[in-house]
């Protein structure tokens, strides 16, 4: 046997006749699509010309200069970085994408196919959105509003019904991100406004086919809304931002559809003497040949662990964790999904931008509490499916809860894929090697300890030394998760609600007609012993709790259920009256 490090700095215990793990493919030829007629025009949207059949691949790359010179500075210096640090874009995984690739920077046309807003299965585009974006996303032809639906352009084959039907437009601009269905798409007319479309890509890559399910499309949204709901003060106390993905579309009679994400502008153009840096930059190789990190390492002159521990684990965490704990919204942090703010020397100022937002869980209950608004869940049916609360909230096959699970398998799967413990380890373990810190163990009680020590920080909760350490759902991250939420749930008004019979009959009404609507989740039985609270969010929505008088969880957490009332409905208009005079008297 022998240890093999592969291209992600993934290391591999390989017999000695392998040189490489099993699941890395031969190189393929790229496969492009041709279509064997010319198109014709169909008509126009403004001057974009709308023509009958897809063009063929190769016939969509365009000059570099029309892309690459014109878009910001700033933002092309990323974009560079992107392609430039991606170890795992320049694999034999991505090789029969040929120039569509990650690693390729060769821009090409991206067309959409115009499509009214009726026909869609599902069409959103949230009112966070700036107007450019909107603008990007829908325009009007012949007093109809008009999406466009974005599909990568050597994939037109799974659209032949929808481009007769509609036509297809070739006029963005495009280029591949870190990953081969993420884009970004300019309009040639106006380079200065940058858009991020995530196309369906109906290839298998690295064990999954990437297309946009439906589930996805919805949960998009919906996070990205919860993200924007939470506000700025906060989230420059969390030292956090996002790109929120503000529009989804779900194709006529299709499955999947488009993405829209709306670029944070720090991106486009950093501050002075700043810039970003993807966060797996930090195991690649940096201009001095060296890696980014040790790079870092060396321009703080600091000590490796001080600098590691201070500088690149405990920010990350202390985000990541105020989201979940904070806000609860857990995400899927591996290191394509977040970017490092750099200063002049090119060192973390401990500010992030996260994004790819459908892997967020919602615990809507927390949020709640927190009485962030939330009106946006009653704009879809089955939110809390969408939101994916139950996930939030249960156990997964490990046995433990979300947060818990999401944690230890992108921070202690250390051979895992992109995490950022593996890539500290990759660099730390071949520059120290004797140093057990920079041991698969070592490197776990780092991130745990940092990790308990902010948990502690937001939620003063301080664990026995039995329970800080090890996986399972009453151990570090979880219990804490589970106390701080217990701690919220005490509300000393519960009984003026509890005790007033009245108020009890009209809840118990309600909530039985949004559970036939769908606009509930159950997390226990709801029975005649359940009382039921109104909650009043920062934007008027309301939300109706059912709680048991005798929890029987670990937690003794009484809520059983939770509905949400559509905004502006009759309902909400009915009960929102009762809830504020009672409110009222109480004052």
């Known amino acids: 046997m022998h240890l093999v490090t592969d291209r992600t700095g993934a290391r591999w215990l390989l017999p000695v006749h392998m040189d490489s793990p099993t699941s890395v493919r031969e190189p393929r030829a790229a496969e492009y699509y041709k279509h064997p007629t010319p198109a014709a025009n169909k008509g126009r949207i403004g001057r974009q010309q709308i023509v009958d059949a897809p063009l063929s691949a190769d016939k969509t790359f365009v000059a570099e200069e029309k892309f690459w010179d014109e878009i910001p500075k700033g933002f092309a210096d990323l974009l560079h970085s992107e392609k430039d640090y991606n170890l795992h874009g320049q694999s034999d995984h991505f090789s029969f994408l040929g120039d569509y690739g990650p690693a390729s920077k060769k821009p090409f046309m991206v067309p959409y196919i115009p499509i009214p807003e009726e026909d869609f299965e599902f069409a959103y585009v949230s009112d966070f959105a700036e107007e450019d974006t909107k603008n990007f996303i829908k325009t009007k032809q012949n007093g109809k509003t008009i999406y466009r639906a974005f599909i990568h352009p050597n994939y037109p084959e799974n659209f032949e019904e929808l481009i007769a039907k509609y036509g297809i437009v070739y006029h963005y601009v495009g280029v591949t991100t870190s990953s081969p269905r993420s884009l970004i798409v300019i309009d040639p007319d106006d380079p200065s406004k940058v858009h991020w479309v995530k196309p369906s890509l109906p290839k298998k890559i ?98 490796a662990k001080d600098f590691i521990s201070e500088s690149i684990v405990r920010p990350f965490l202390r985000s990541y964790l105020s989201l979940a704990l904070m806000e609860g919204l857990p995400g899927e942090f591996h290191t394509q999904n977040f970017y490092y703010e750099l200063d002049e020397k090119g060192l973390p100022t401990g500010k992030f931008i996260f994004k790819d937002n459908d892997g967020f869980r919602f615990d809507v209950e927390l949020a709640m509490r927190k009485k962030r608004g939330m009106g946006y869940l009653s704009k879809f049916q089955k939110p809390f499916y969408w939101a994916k609360f139950s996930n939030a909230l249960g156990t997964g096959g490990e046995g433990v809860q979300f947060l818990g699970s999401w944690y230890y398998k992108l921070i202690r799967n250390v051979n895992g894929f992109e995490t950022l413990s593996s890539y500290i380890l990759s660099v730390m373990s071949n520059l120290d090697s004797s140093n057990q810190l920079w041991s698969k ?35 570090g991250l979880n219990e804490i998760l589970n106390l701080h939420r217990k ?101």
């Open 487 to 587: 701690a919220l749930s005490v509300d000393a008004r519960v009984d003026i609600w509890r005790e007033d019979a009245a108020i009890q009959d009209k809840l118990r009404e309600a909530y039985t007609s949004l559970k036939t609507d769908g606009m509930n989740h159950e997390r226990g039985s709801v029975s005649a012993r359940t009382y039921f609270i109104p909650h009043v969010m920062d934007d008027g929505t309301l939300m109706i709790e059912a709680r048991s008088p005798s929890p029987s969880n670990a937690y003794k957490n009484p809520t059983q259920a939770l509905a949400i009332i559509e905004v502006e409905s009759p309902l909400h208009r009915s009960l929102g009256a009762v809830v504020a005079e009672k409110l009222a008297s109480c004052q």
């Open 441 to 475: 163990d070592g490197i776990q009680r780092l991130f745990d300890d940092i990790a308990l020590e902010e948990a502690e920080k937001m939620t003063g909760i301080k664990l026995d030394a039995d329970k800080r350490y090890g996986f399972g759902k009453d151990k």
């Open 206 to 303: 690295d064990g999954s086919v990437r297309l946009n399910i439906d589930t996805k499309l919805r949960r998009a949204v919906i996070m990205s809304e919860a993200l924007a709901s939470i506000p700025k003060a906060s989230r420059t106390e969390y030292g956090v931002d996002f790109m929120i993905e503000p529009g989804s579309l779900q194709f006529p009679g299709k499955q999947f559809g488009t993405i829209f994400r709306e670029v944070n502008q720090e991106l486009v153009n950093p501050a002075a003497g700043r810039s970003w840096m993807p966060a797996f930059a930090l195991n690649a190789p940096g201009p001095s040949g060296k890696t980014v990190l040790e790079d870092m390492i060396q321009k703080s002159d600091r000590p």
